[in-house]
Each structure stands twice: as C-alpha cells, then as structure tokens.
C-alpha cells in the first residue's frame, strides 16, 4: 500500500494521521504497513458476506478462508455453491431462461490488486464464476461474451451443459402463454449472488454470479458482470455488490458509488442507502422494482440496503454463519 493512501485509510478510522505519522517514522514495508493496519481496525478475520439467504455458499468460503486460503478462492468456491444448486433459478444450473428459452449467465470476479474478470451472456457451462477467474488470471482481457465465452470456457477445461432444469422450462412454458415480459420484485428464494470476503491477511475480494432477469431480451446483459455496477472491491477502502433490477444500477454505477462514498468517510450502511436514494430520486416508478446493496469495508463493517422489504443478506463473521433481514427505504 503506497503511504499516502495507508495514511488516508488510518485517518478513516478516527485514529487518525498521528498513527501514520508513526509509521512513516518507522518501517515502511507493505507487509508490516498491514499487521498494523489490521491491529488498528482490529478486524476479526475472516468474514463472508452475501446477498440473500444463502448460508451454504458463505460456509465454503468460510471454510477456504479458515484454511489460509485467500479471499479469491472463498469467493469462487462460494458462488459455485449456488451455481451448481439447481433449485435456484437466479443463477447457474436451473436458471430461468430469457424470452426464446436460452439460460444464459453472466458473472464476474474482482481481487485485492484491483484486476477484474467477467463473462457475459454465456450458455452451457455451469461456472461463470470460475470461467470469469480465468478470463482475468489468463487473457489479456477483462469481459468474454457469449459464443467466444463459451469457447474459452471449452478450451480452457470446462464441460459444456444444459442448463434448462425441467422446472425453469416449465415455468418459461407457462410464462410463454402470455409473454409478459415484468420484472418482478424479487423477494422470494433469491439466490442471485454478490459476495464479498475478507481473508485473514485482511485483503478483500469479491464476485457477482446471476442468471440475469428471468424472461429477458435475448442478448441482455444485466449489472452483476459489469466492473463498478454489479460488484466493485478496491482493497484499500472495501467492496459493494447489488441484486435486483440490474438496469437501474447500471444507470447509477451503484457498486463503485458505493466504495466511493466509504472513501469519502461514508459507513458501508450510509453509503448503502445514498446508493439507493439515487435510484429513488431518478425513478418515479421506484415503486416497481427491486434494488438491493451490501457493502463491507476493511475494518469489518457491513451494510446493507434496499428499495423494498424482504432483501436479505448472510453473514459469517466469528463462527456465525445467519441470515439477516435488510433495511429498505420504501415503508409505506
Ligand atoms: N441484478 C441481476 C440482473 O439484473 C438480477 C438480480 O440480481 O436479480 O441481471
């Protein structure tokens, strides 16, 4: 961490610059910049943080985590969870198709340096997630979309597979009688996942995997794979990821809204519910459709927030692994 930035992220804590002071009069290695930092925040590592009720996902990455292993490998092996459970119909395996009936996915993957991989639009296999790691760990690109990536998907080791389960093909079949395409407010067994985890070496990386909006346009690409959107992770300050009506948070650039606000001195809480307030301030019809926000920042703290009731979030921090009702904005 450069010394400047290690001081703004002292003073974020309320110890302020004296503390950097200290530390540029002593050593100034990285690795000994972030003992401290981690001894100031006292930040009870690891944690694993996520979007809706899902506390098989957050108990894999935090058994990567309680084994050494970094924030990436949690977040990887935690979406997969859900991508591979085909009873969710938000993402992976089993997810509602769009309007000609094609499952397609799109995920991404963000880690403490900063860089980013994604896919988008892509059929067949069953791994966004992992794919999306490996665009960003092994091409020179940050997005693959559709055919091509699903190609380098293929090429790079992954099976192609159908992923229309007999029950989403049901209900894209009784969608189909009356073709009405409205999205509607997720409120009920969401699986659609955006997680954020911090190791313990303090470092903190994040991912985003859905199946997009059940019923959708051919070729649309919602906000989860979209760097600053869907997910955003920036090690010195923390990370935010969103769920529901990708359209709006994309219009907003919610994620990197959100990790901009903690810069500015904002709790992952406050800066949650500005994010949204954006969103309700632009839309009349904020009524319709559901935005929701979880934020986590390097001392441990989290927030979450969203338009409507019955968004929620799980959180294993210090052996507890529990689902949490969020804060909404629209009470009436
Ligand atoms: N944000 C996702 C999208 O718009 C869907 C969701 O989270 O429900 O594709």
Same mark, same amino acid.
């Given at each position: 961490?450069?010394?400047?930035?290690?001081?703004?992220?002292?003073?974020?804590?309320?110890?302020?610059?004296?503390?950097?002071?200290?530390?540029?009069?002593?050593?100034?290695?990285?690795?000994?910049?972030?003992?401290?930092?981690?001894?100031?925040?006292?930040?009870?590592?690891?944690?694993?943080?996520?979007?809706?009720?899902?506390?098989?996902?957050?108990?894999?990455?935090?058994?990567?985590?309680?084994?050494?292993?970094?924030?990436?490998?949690?977040?990887?092996?935690?979406?997969?969870?859900?991508?591979?459970?085909?009873?969710?119909?938000?993402?992976?395996?089993?997810?509602?198709? &769009?309007?000609?009936?094609?499952?397609?996915?799109?995920?991404?993957?963000?880690?403490?340096?900063?860089?980013?991989?994604?896919?988008?639009?892509?059929?067949?296999?069953?791994?966004?997630?992992?794919?999306?790691?490996?665009?960003?760990?092994?091409?020179?690109?940050?997005?693959?979309?559709?055919?091509?990536?699903?190609?380098?998907?293929?090429?790079?080791?992954?099976?192609?597979?159908?992923?229309?389960?007999?029950?989403?093909?049901?209900?894209?079949?009784?969608?189909?009688?009356?073709?009405?395409?409205?999205?509607?407010?997720?409120?009920?067994?969401?699986?659609?996942?955006?997680?954020?985890?911090? &190791?313990?070496?303090?470092?903190?990386?994040?991912?985003?995997?859905?199946?997009?909006?059940?019923?959708?346009?051919?070729?649309?690409?919602?906000?989860?794979?979209?760097?600053?959107?869907?997910?955003?992770?920036?090690?010195?300050?923390?990370?935010?990821?969103?769920?529901?009506?990708?359209?709006?948070?994309?219009?907003?650039?919610?994620?990197?809204?959100?990790?901009?606000?903690?810069?500015?001195?904002?709790?992952?809480?406050?800066?949650?519910?500005?994010?949204?307030?954006?969103?309700? &301030?632009?839309?009349?019809?904020?009524?319709?459709?559901?935005?929701?926000?979880?934020?986590?920042?390097?001392?441990?703290?989290?927030?979450?927030?969203?338009?409507?009731?019955?968004?929620?979030?799980?959180?294993?921090?210090?052996?507890?692994?529990?689902?949490?009702?969020?804060?909404?904005?629209?009470?009436?």
């Amino acid at each position: 961490m450069k010394r400047r930035k290690f001081i703004q992220n002292a003073s974020l804590t309320g110890i302020g610059v004296a503390v950097g002071t200290s530390i540029v009069a002593g050593n100034s290695k990285v690795e000994k910049e972030k003992e401290l930092v981690s001894s100031i925040f006292k930040v009870n590592t690891p944690i694993v943080l996520a979007t809706w009720n899902v506390p098989e996902s957050t108990q894999k990455a935090w058994e990567i985590l309680e084994n050494g292993k970094s924030a990436i490998d949690a977040i990887e092996q935690g979406c997969m969870v859900e991508e591979a459970n085909e009873k969710g119909q938000s993402v992976g395996k089993g997810g509602l198709p &769009d309007r000609d009936g094609n499952v397609t996915l799109d995920a991404c993957i963000m880690n403490e340096e900063g860089n980013y991989g994604a896919v988008v639009y892509m059929q067949n296999i069953v791994h966004p997630i992992s794919v999306a790691r490996k665009v960003m760990e092994d091409t020179p690109h940050v997005i693959l979309a559709g055919k091509g990536a699903e190609q380098f998907a293929v090429s790079v080791g992954f099976d192609r597979e159908n992923l229309l389960t007999e029950a989403s093909k049901k209900a894209w079949e009784e969608w189909k009688i009356k073709s009405d395409y409205k999205p509607i407010i997720n409120i009920e067994n969401h699986d659609t996942i955006g997680m954020l985890a911090i &190791d313990k070496n303090g470092d903190i990386s994040g991912g985003c995997t859905t199946s997009g909006l059940a019923y959708k346009m051919a070729g649309r690409v919602g906000d989860s794979p979209i760097i600053g959107s869907g997910l955003f992770i920036d090690n010195e300050i923390g990370g935010a990821t969103a769920t529901g009506l990708g359209e709006e948070v994309l219009k907003t650039v919610g994620s990197f809204l959100i990790v901009e606000l903690m810069r500015q001195g904002k709790s992952p809480q406050e800066a949650c519910e500005e994010a949204i307030q954006r969103i309700v &301030d632009k839309n009349s019809d904020f009524k319709n459709f559901q935005v929701g926000y979880i934020a986590l920042n390097k001392k441990g703290e989290i927030g979450a927030y969203s338009i409507h009731e019955h968004f929620s979030y799980t959180l294993y921090k210090e052996n507890e692994n529990k689902n949490y009702k969020s804060e909404f904005y629209n009470k009436s």
